[in-house]
T-cell receptor, first 114, second 118 residues
Framework: GENVEQHPSTLSVQEGDSAVIKCTYS??????FPWYKQELGKRPQLIID?????GEKKDQRIAVTLNKTAKHFSLHITETQPEDSAVYFC?????????????FGKGTKLSVKP | ETGVTQTPRHLVMGMTNKKSLKCEQH?????MYWYKQSAKKPLELMFV???????ENNSVPSRFSPECPNSSHLFLHLHTLQPEDSALYLC?????????????????FGNGTRLTVT
């Protein structure tokens, strides 16, 4: 079955710097890769996702890149702000099943210092 | 408002108690899920219901019993739990597959129930 590894587990950056979180997956059939943000005491929320037919996707300060050959994908946050502080989860799944096939990484706690 | 409402927000129960967690979604989705979130662990899928039918049960102990009476409501019945079952239990819903795109749609999570088993 699918296995998703996420690094680092904690990340501290200065406001305005960039943050990068990396994930690897094991199942080459996986073709959907969402990222969720969970602020302290709140529910996880989707911030961006990418499908295997594209290599990069951007949404304002957030971007995700996908390398299918190496089976890894990354989240890039530029010009970080204190409100970016949260736990970020990557996930991978195969489209052909349901969300029940969505496998999550262990999460990265991002702290943005003012 | 999240669109997915969970009650209660916090629950403390003894190992011999019976309690239920409730989830309601107002998004018109056809799939609902229970996830367990423990410290320093990935989100663990417990149960999936698609069109009210249970499609997945990820080897969850029988002390957890789900119920999905309709596509908008999902329950998790708890009995004789263990202290290691203490965690945040998250409900989620999605439109699976998405009616417009045919793709998987995002999961919409509730705020969770923080469960403590004493």
């Amino acid at each position: 079955g699918e296995n998703v590894e996420q690094h680092p587990s904690t990340l501290s950056v200065q406001e305005g710097d960039s943050a990068v979180i990396k994930c690897t997956y094991s199942d080459s059939a996986s073709n959907y890769f969402p990222w969720y943000k969970q602020e302290l005491g709140k529910r996880p929320q989707l911030i961006i996702d990418i499908r295997s037919n594209v290599g990069e996707k951007k949404d304002q300060r957030i971007a995700v890149t996908l390398n299918k050959t190496a089976k890894h994908f990354s989240l890039h946050i530029t010009e970080t702000q204190p409100e970016d502080s949260a736990v970020y989860f990557c996930a991978a799944s195969y489209h052909g099943g349901s969300q029940g096939n969505l496998i999550f990484g262990k999460g990265t706690k991002l702290s943005v210092k003012p | 408002e999240t669109g997915v409402t969970q009650t209660p927000r916090h629950l403390v129960m003894g190992m011999t108690n019976k309690k239920s967690l409730k989830c309601e979604q107002h998004l018109g989705h056809n799939a609902m899920y229970w996830y367990k979130q423990s410290a320093k662990k990935p989100l663990e899928l417990m149960f999936v219901y698609n069109f009210k039918e249970q499609t997945e049960n990820n080897s969850v102990p029988s002390r957890f019993s789900p119920e999905c009476p309709n596509s908008s409501h999902l329950f998790l019945h708890l009995h004789t739990l263990q202290p290691e079952d203490s965690a945040l239990y998250l409900c989620a819903s999605s439109q699976d597959p998405h009616l417009a795109t045919g793709h998987l749609s995002p999961l919409h999570f509730g705020n969770g129930t923080r469960l403590t088993v004493t």
